[in-house]
């Protein structure tokens, strides 16, 4: 798996995710019953961690500026 995804876009994407999360949780803005689907946050957790995305594989695109580092 090569990484594509480099420093700051996986730090945006964990500040991302955790806001998604604590909407799914109802610290922010409660009640909206839409709440459920900040659970999507987990998944631009996942990539921050791994640093591969697989939308930007399909896409040609990398954050990353060693291209081609393996992980």
Same mark, same amino acid.
């Given at each position: 798996m090569t990484t594509n995804v480099g420093?700051?876009?996986r730090i945006l994407r964990i500040i991302?995710?955790?806001a998604l999360i604590a909407f799914a949780l109802g610290y922010i803005m409660p009640g909206?019953?839409?709440?459920?689907l900040g659970w999507i946050g987990v998944v631009p957790i996942l990539t921050a961690i791994l640093g591969f995305c697989p939308a930007y594989t399909l #896409?040609? #695109?990398s954050t990353c500026?060693?291209?081609?580092k393996k992980s």
């Amino acid at each position: 798996m090569t990484t594509n995804v480099g420093s700051i876009d996986r730090i945006l994407r964990i500040i991302a995710g955790l806001a998604l999360i604590a909407f799914a949780l109802g610290y922010i803005m409660p009640g909206t019953g839409y709440n459920y689907l900040g659970w999507i946050g987990v998944v631009p957790i996942l990539t921050a961690i791994l640093g591969f995305c697989p939308a930007y594989t399909l #896409l040609g #695109l990398s954050t990353c500026p060693i291209s081609g580092k393996k992980s």
